[in-house]
């Protein structure tokens, strides 16, 4: 089964996020005008559709992001939980193991990626689709272009 994110791990952020449990503590500062992020304030939410893998059946779930804004230069933020990758909505860790999967394969294309070591490839409800080897192949090319996708507490 390929790694993903849980339902279970979705609901307790969108239930953080409801008691207004997300605070700009920890975030980095602006990279506009160099703010400290004590300072942000939320300014939005955004619906987000999360798509994980439930027993090989891609499944949706809703959640809220959180979007902060600097009081300094005025720009917005939006906050990702580490489920979560920009303008992706699978989750990180699908992705990851995917592009991992794809990486880990010497000589392999991205046919061989999409079918996990359990075998057969993730299916929509459909059950008229299943998960391309075109998405494996955005989702390491969209990994790459990334300028940081995981924090590191030594850098």
Request: hydrophobic residues 30%; positive net charge.
């Amino acid at each position: 089964m390929p790694p993903t994110a849980t339902y279970e791990d979705i609901k307790a952020y969108q239930d953080q996020v409801e008691k207004d449990g997300i605070t700009p503590h920890g975030l980095p500062p602006c990279p506009v005008c160099e703010a400290e992020s004590r300072f942000f304030k939320i300014h939005a939410y955004r619906e987000r559709r999360f798509l994980i893998i439930v027993q090989m059946i891609v499944t949706s779930v809703c959640c809220a992001l959180i979007r902060f804004k600097c009081p300094g230069c005025r720009k917005s933020f939006t906050f990702y939980p580490d489920f979560a990758l920009p303008r992706k909505h699978y989750t990180r860790q699908t992705i990851m193991g995917f592009a991992e999967n794809y990486v880990a394969r010497e000589r392999s294309g991205y046919e061989k990626a999409v079918e996990p070591e359990a075998g057969g490839s993730p299916e929509y409800p459909d059950g008229q689709r299943s998960l391309a080897p075109s998405t494996v192949h955005r989702w390491v090319t969209s990994l790459c272009q990334l300028k940081q996708t995981m924090r590191m507490p030594w850098s």
